[in-house]
């Protein structure tokens, strides 16, 4: 299961994301079950970041939502964006790993 939350971010505003992103949220992902990992990823000309996040299945996805510590972590997140963000959710059909060097 993949989640793709997108937004603009505010002015000025993208380096404290980062940080935040690194800081605040990534321990909160790590210690949920079914994690399998997250990407934020940014569009700096256009003021978009996107944090795409990998779950086992939908019920560790939505045990995670309804965490508080995940939900007090996220609310501190709204003063770095322009508007609220937009969340999707995908089924992952391929995955495609670059193993070795070797391979």
Known sequence: MGRLSAALVREGKMEELVAHYKETIAPTYKESEGFLGAYL????TKGEAQSLTLWRNV?????????PRYRQAMAT??????????TSLFEIAVVVEKKGQDE
């Open 77 to 86: 997140f709204a003063p770095l964006f322009a508007e609220s963000p937009r």
């Open 59 to 67: 019920q560790d996805l939505e045990n995670n939502n309804n965490n």
């Open 41 to 44: 990823l940014l569009d700096r």
